[in-house]
């Protein structure tokens, strides 16, 4: 138990070794969560997976510095992870939460028109479109463009008109 102490501190109260310990000891169980979590919280980039980051980062971080009990940050971690384990899989099994979570793509321009509602309703300008076909097609006309859809990850796709 004293050792322990040393080397992993309490409180507020730590050196730069026992932060450093700390670090290291997140840094696995960070490991552990995200392969509990899955790949898609890193993979896909959706904003309900990035909640899980940003939530994971902001609770481990606490357990480094001192600022909440080593134990309890860890519990509260691991909660987040199921929670994003149990909500992934309800919306695998329900059409309707899976778009109320997730969303829904938003096909913004086509058959060479902007689609000025799902442009509105997805807060996206023609420029953020067009800047993505140039992205995408190395090209500054719409004039290959047969589709742009707004995905639900925030990503433009572009499908190009057949030859």
Do not use: Y
């Not at 138990?1 to 290291?24: C, S």
């Not at 300008?125 to 719409?142: H, I």
């Amino acid at each position: 138990m004293e050792a322990t102490l040393l080397l992993f501190g309490q409180g507020r109260a730590l050196d730069p070794l026992q932060m450093a310990m700390r670090a290291i000891v997140v840094f696995l169980i960070a490991l552990v969560l995200i392969r509990i979590s899955g790949r898609r919280s890193f993979g896909q980039r959706s904003p309900f997976d990035s909640v899980v980051v940003i939530l994971l980062g902001a609770t481990l971080s606490r357990a480094i510095v001192g600022a909440s009990p080593f134990i309890a940050t860890v519990g509260a971690s691991f909660m987040i992870v199921i929670c994003h384990r149990a909500l992934a899989w309800a919306c695998m099994h329900s059409r309707a939460l899976e778009r109320l979570v997730g969303g829904v793509e938003r096909e913004v321009f086509s058959n060479g028109e902007f689609n000025e509602r799902e442009m509105d309703a997805a807060l996206i300008s023609r420029t953020d479109v067009q800047e993505s076909v140039r992205q995408k097609t190395g090209s500054r006309s719409m004039e290959n463009v047969a589709a742009a859809i707004l995905e639900r990850n925030g990503e433009v796709s572009v499908i190009r008109k057949e030859a």
